[in-house]
């Protein structure tokens, strides 16, 4: 797979903070911050699928003529906000 070069701003702060964790755990800097941002990314596709599913089972029990209290005494909502 090809690459391509991006240029992003960071603070001193948080460069220091990079540069330390690359020495600790042995890595390329380059490495540590595609691993973060393929996480991050990964974290915010899953949410939106989470909140899409949401949405759309809301949008059902509103259709359905009154199953809400079952709905809401049997489903798992634990991870919902």
Request: proline share 1%; hydrophobic share 35%.
């Amino acid at each position: 797979m090809g690459s391509v070069t991006s240029s992003i701003r960071i603070s001193p702060e948080l460069r220091a903070r990079l540069e330390e964790a690359a020495q600790q755990l042995q890595r390329g800097k380059n490495r540590i911050i595609i691993e973060a941002l393929e996480e991050f990314l990964d974290k915010v596709s899953r949410q939106r699928f989470l909140d899409e599913a949401r949405r759309q089972s809301l949008l059902a029990s509103a259709e359905s003529g009154g199953d809400e209290d079952v709905w809401l005494q049997h489903a798992d909502t634990s991870g919902w906000k």
